[in-house]
């Protein structure tokens, strides 16, 4: 079945550690995207790209990195200089960045930085 | 202002009534509008999408799109609990190639 693979779901980490979460898509989408969910906001956007090789930041990409080297992954990386990096990160893909294509999103990850 | 603004819930119905959830934007040059449903602690999947004024239906769910007054509303009929959730919209402006989410509305439907 096709579709967007998030891992891992949960995820623990140390203050001061980067960490990465992976994001996986066999729906031959050129768009992939991140967003970060918080408790009483809506998704916010750290990053996004529509083509390989190439990524544009979102609105909130302070403290994140990311890399499309295939494809199929967008993985993201949540550095040490994230300041609240505890929530909840979905991956999206779409078939193009443009009006009429909706997202599909992957099952998420759930990130504690303790 | 925020660019896309839901009352935040939550709205209760009873079981077999029409829930209406609203969502109002505040840019004009929005041409996209979509409907997510979250279930608690799951991610968003989408319900519909629309991008002309008037109506969309597509079984128990209708999208309303208003471009003038810069609303776009969701009415689910015959409401369900299966149907409780926090219900998500989102705006695409084609200027920016950004889609813009709102807040959410969360829906209890009670038996």
């Known amino acids: 079945d096709g579709g967007i693979t998030q891992s891992p779901k949960y995820l623990f980490r140390k203050e001061g550690q980067n960490v990465t979460l992976s994001c996986e898509q066999n729906l031959n989408h050129d768009a992939m995207y991140w967003y970060r969910q918080d408790p009483g906001q809506g998704l916010r956007l750290i990053y996004y790209s529509q083509i390989v090789n190439d990524f544009q930041k979102g609105d909130i990409a302070e403290g994140y990195s990311v890399s499309r080297e295939k494809k199929e992954s967008f993985p993201l990386t949540v550095t040490s200089a994230q300041k609240n990096p505890t929530a909840f990160y979905l991956c999206?893909?779409?078939?193009?960045?443009?009006?009429?294509?909706?997202?599909?999103f992957g099952n998420g990850t759930r990130l504690t930085v303790t | 202002q925020k660019e896309v603004e839901q009352n935040s819930g939550p709205l209760s119905v009873p079981e077999g009534a029409i829930a209406s959830l609203n969502c109002t934007y505040s840019d004009r040059g929005s041409q996209s509008f979509f409907w997510y449903r979250q279930y608690s602690g799951k991610s968003p999947e989408l319900i519909m999408f629309?991008?002309?004024?008037g109506d969309k239906e597509d079984g128990r769910f209708t999208a309303q799109l208003n471009k003038a007054s810069q609303y776009v509303s969701l009415l689910i009929r015959d409401s369900q609990p299966s149907d409780s959730a926090t219900y998500l919209c989102?705006?695409?402006?084609?200027?920016?190639?950004?889609?813009?989410f709102g807040t959410g509305t969360r829906l209890q439907v009670f038996p």
């Open positions: 999206a893909s779409s078939i193009a960045s443009s009006y009429n294509s909706p997202l599909h």
């Open positions: 629309i991008y002309s004024n």
């Open positions: 989102a705006v695409f402006r084609y200027n920016t190639d950004k889609l813009i």
